[in-house]
């Protein structure tokens, strides 16, 4: 599996909500600013987010953007699924719970992919925003 760029710019998008609005909402611009992504390629990243509930928007002179739950509540998983979509590394009917697959019974490598999926989907669901906020801010000495 490969995370592009909508992955990683949206996870760094989302650690800076997660650490510049506690007080205020943020900005599209100020958060590109700080990033390095272009306001343009940000609002679509944002759209994805608030779609899938993870950001709101407020309107107003002071209005902006800022995290629509905890930042403890909300895993990179959820940040990776709302921009990547499905995090399976491989298609295979037999990972898929709806899905029929007619070699599944005698399928010796679907183990291999579920061992993969699971450790992903492991790995990325016990990451919270909340540990990347505290990485960045120890990063800036705050």
């Known amino acids: 599996m490969k995370i ?5 710019y949206g996870l760094r998008a989302m650690v800076d909500l997660a650490v510049n609005s506690e007080t205020e909402p943020v900005s599209i611009h100020s958060i ?3 990033q390095d992504i272009s306001d343009g390629y940000l609002e679509q990243l944002i759209a994805k987010l608030k779609r899938a509930g993870l950001v709101e928007s407020i309107r107003g002179a002071a209005g ?4 629509a739950r905890s930042a403890e509540e909300i895993s990179v998983g959820d940040i990776l699924r709302a921009l990547e979509g499905n995090l399976t590394p491989i298609e295979c009917p037999a990972l898929e719970a709806e899905s029929e697959c007619v070699k599944e019974s005698s399928c010796v490598t679907k183990v291999v992919w579920k061992r993969i999926d699971d450790a992903l989907k492991d790995a990325v ?3 919270s925003l909340q540990e990347l906020k505290q990485l960045e801010l120890a990063n800036e000495g705050r």
């Open 4 to 8: 592009t760029s909508k992955g990683r």
């Open 32 to 34: 590109g600013e700080r």
């Open 64 to 67: 902006g953007y800022r995290l």
């Open 125 to 127: 669901d016990n990451i």
